[in-house]
């Protein structure tokens, strides 16, 4: 059997041929390098800093709102007071305000107004709140005022990082897309006398 046209008789098999490795694009430009560079840096910082951010905001936000929680607590206090005056109004109205009348731990007696819900008579109960001074003032912050403040604050801080991140990317792009744009032009400026004596010939 003759070994003619078999694989071993015809000659050495032709070079591998190695694919361009990612990143030898002739096409890609220096520009384009930066910008997938930038925008690697850009995500990593997004990722990592807007948690952090955010986090870190909510907690303070929720520490400072505690310690008002603390000291609104320990300066005021709940007291009974009585209605001077009705209340006119259905029960499905909005709260409005209304004179109250109510004694101060030294025995005196006080006056003032408050927001009450409508359709009271006079002499009704109500329930006010009073700093040391024995002024009406409203409710101390309660723990879930503090806890959503916290929230809120780390939203908006986690909102305005991701912003931040889209507005940068733009940014980039933009004056990358500039550059790109003057080094077309220059490129034809070369280029298109060259281009366009082909048709005159």
Known sequence: MSAQGSPSASGPPPPHQEHPSKGTNPLRRTSDRIE???LIF????LVLGMPTAALGAG????ESSMRAVQTQSAQRHEVTARLTSDVKGSAEDAKRQAPVRWTDDNGKVRTGTTLVEPGKPKGATVQVWVDRDGTLTEPPMSTLNAKATGWLVGGMVAAGVTAGFFAARTGVRRLLDRRRYAQWEAEWVLVEPVWSARFHR
């Open 36 to 38: 997938s560079w930038l």
């Open 42 to 45: 850009f995500m990593f910082a």
């Open 59 to 62: 907690l303070t936000a929720y």
